[in-house]
Structures are given as C-alpha cells and as structure tokens.
C-alpha cells in the first residue's frame, strides 16, 4: 500500500517545489508587469508628434519584453504538464513532447536570462534579494531541467 502512494506523494512534491510557486508567486508578477508593457506601448504609439523613430524602438523594445514574459509563461504552462502527468515516457509518445520540450526550454532560458540581468554590474542587488528570487526559480529550473532532458532523450 505505500508504495502505491509514493508515485502520487513525490508527484505533489515536484508540483510544490516547481510549478506552482511558479503560479502563485510569479505569474501574477508576469501577467501585471506584460499588462502595464502594452499600456505603455499604446500611449507610446499614440503620442501626439511622436516619430517613426521613437515608435518603432517603443514596440521594438515592448515586443522584447513581451517576448520574454511569453518565454516565461510558457516554461510554466510545460511545467504544469509534465509534473501533473503519469510519467514523461507516457509524454515521449504523445504529438505534444516537443512543444512540451520547447515550452521547458523557452522557461529555462528566460530564466537563465532573469538571474544573469540580475547578476549584472550596476544593479547591486542585496543577499534577500538573491535569496527571494533563487528561493523562486531553483525548484522550477532543477525540475524544468529534470524533465526537459528526459523528454529529450
């Protein structure tokens, strides 16, 4: 009888540790922060004697970030998919591996990316800081990680 429940119990310990403080704490932050980028960029497109200059590098720097942000919500929603799943084998011969690889992979570099901006001169950002966000994205990229290389296999 216990090891029946062990697949089930180590499934909630992946989806505490990855996805969903993902979901709880991230996605919001994401989600807010890719709302007030188009606002931004509205006002920016409609700014009353605005250059073609200045609104091109307005949408080419929002659409970047947007990008990003994507990068970042995808990585969850494949995150989601794989810890919930029966077994990434089961996942191995489904039509939706390598979206779900993609998805891992677009999360995982978009939060390399995060943690090395943050790592960049200038910003000086102090050790409650770093452990705040390590404290975020240590359980989904070990687990993204963990996944990607065995749909990939």
């Given at each position: 009888?216990a090891?029946?429940?062990?697949?089930?119990?180590?499934?909630w310990?992946?989806?505490?540790?990855?996805?969903l403080?993902?979901?709880?704490?991230?996605l919001?932050?994401?989600l807010?922060?890719?709302?007030?980028?188009?606002?931004?960029?509205?006002?920016?497109?409609?700014e009353?004697?605005?250059?073609?200059?200045?609104?091109?590098?307005a949408?080419?720097?929002?659409?970047?970030?947007?990008?990003w942000?994507?990068?970042?919500?995808?990585g969850?929603?494949?995150?989601?998919?794989?810890a919930?799943?029966?077994?990434?084998?089961?996942?191995?011969r489904?039509g939706?591996?390598?979206?779900?690889?993609?998805?891992?992979?677009l999360g995982?570099?978009?939060?390399?990316?995060?943690?090395?901006?943050?790592?960049?001169a200038?910003?000086?950002?102090?050790?409650?800081t770093?452990?705040?966000?390590?404290?975020?994205?240590?359980?989904?990229?070990?687990?993204?990680?963990y996944?990607?290389?065995?749909?990939?296999?």
């Open positions: 009888m090891t029946a429940a062990a697949p089930h119990a180590l499934r310990v992946q989806v505490v540790i990855g996805p403080p993902a979901t709880v704490l991230l919001p932050i994401l807010a922060g890719g709302l007030g980028v188009i606002f931004a960029l509205a006002a920016a497109l409609v009353p004697g605005a250059t073609a200059a200045s609104r091109w590098a949408a080419s720097s929002s659409a970047r970030l947007l990008g942000i994507a990068a970042a919500d995808a969850v929603v494949a995150l989601w998919v794989v919930l799943a029966g077994s990434p084998d089961a996942l191995k489904t939706a591996r390598w979206w779900l690889v993609a998805g891992l992979g995982l570099v978009a939060a390399a990316r995060w943690l090395a901006l943050m790592s960049r200038g910003h000086g950002y102090d050790a409650a770093w452990a705040l966000w390590l404290g975020l994205l240590v359980g989904p990229v070990l687990l993204g990680t996944y990607l290389l065995r749909l990939a296999r």
